[in-house]
């Protein structure tokens, strides 16, 4: 495969990879809002929805994460050309 081949698929998956990014920051944002509205629960519950927002955080900064190495692979194959 060459150069510019490598770098169309490692820019079309920093397209995929922003889109991902974007679906969990929407999805943290819905959980935030619910959470400013929410009323107490069970404990059960209120442990159940502290775990959704936890996990919704750390897709987010996973997602985040994946983003900017794509970024820099990105960047490294087109100083490379």
Do not use: C, F, P
């Not at 404990?43 to 970024?71: F, I, P, W, Y």
Request: no cysteine; hydrophobic share 40%.
């Amino acid at each position: 495969m060459n150069e510019i081949e490598k770098l169309k698929q490692a820019v079309a998956k920093l397209e995929s990879d922003l889109t991902v990014l974007a679906g969990a920051e929407e999805y943290l944002s819905m959980w935030e809002d619910r959470d400013i509205n929410r009323s107490d629960g069970s404990m059960a519950q209120d442990a159940r929805h502290a775990e959704t927002g936890r996990n919704a955080s750390h897709r987010v900064l996973a997602a985040r994460r994946q983003v900017e190495n794509q970024k820099a692979l990105v960047a490294e194959l087109a100083k490379a050309i």
